[in-house]
């Protein structure tokens, strides 16, 4: 019987967890952060088996934030895994139901460019601010006062990169 009871409130557990993680976020204690995203993860991974459709999109939302965490704290390759897997869960979620999951789809693009950006990995970050402003500005159209800001975002960093790799560029080489 505890072993049901335990099975019950696990995704209670791993929500908890993952609100703590996103405090310690910004609290910037990285280490105490990615911990809870992990063992969030860990449970949510458990809960598709039984529910796909209730924790398979916080498996994406959770590897978004790990992702996050380890863009900003320079740990890249764990963060272009984490983007890639959050991606292709958003994706497969958005073909049957495009308007609930295409806003995620698009954020996460805009994530990886500004991965791919940090990087100095231009045509990547090209490819997914590209993607990923496409995506927003269909949404925008339909809704501009949910989605015109989300547009400007990914312009904003799109813009940002470019202006960061000429910074890089010795004067006469543009």
């Known amino acids: ?7 019950t409130y696990q995704p209670e557990v791993a929500t908890t967890l993952y609100s703590l993680a996103d405090l310690y976020t910004a609290e910037r204690k990285v280490k ?5 995203f992990q063992e969030a993860l860990a449970i949510y991974r458990d809960s598709v088996a039984a529910n796909p459709a209730a924790y398979q999109p916080r498996v994406a939302t959770t590897l978004n934030k790990l992702g996050a965490l380890h863009n900003d704290s320079g740990r890249r390759k764990e963060a272009d895994r984490e983007f890639q897997e959050a991606l292709a869960i958003y994706r497969d979620l958005a073909t049957a ?3 609930t999951y295409q806003p995620f789809v698009a954020t996460t693009l805009n994530n990886l460019g500004n991965l791919y950006a940090k990087s100095r990995r231009v045509n990547e970050a090209e490819q997914a601010f590209k993607e990923a402003l496409l995506i927003r500005w269909a949404l925008a159209k339909a809704n501009p006062a949910i989605y015109q800001e989300d547009v400007s975002t990914t312009l904003h960093d799109w813009a940002t990169m470019y202006g960061e790799t000429k910074a890089d560029k010795p004067p006469g080489r543009e």
Request: hydrophobic share 25%; charged share 35%; proline share 13%.
């Open 1 to 7: 019987m505890p072993q049901v009871r335990r099975a």
């Open 32 to 36: 105490d952060a990615e911990q809870d």
């Open 97 to 99: 139901n495009s308007p």
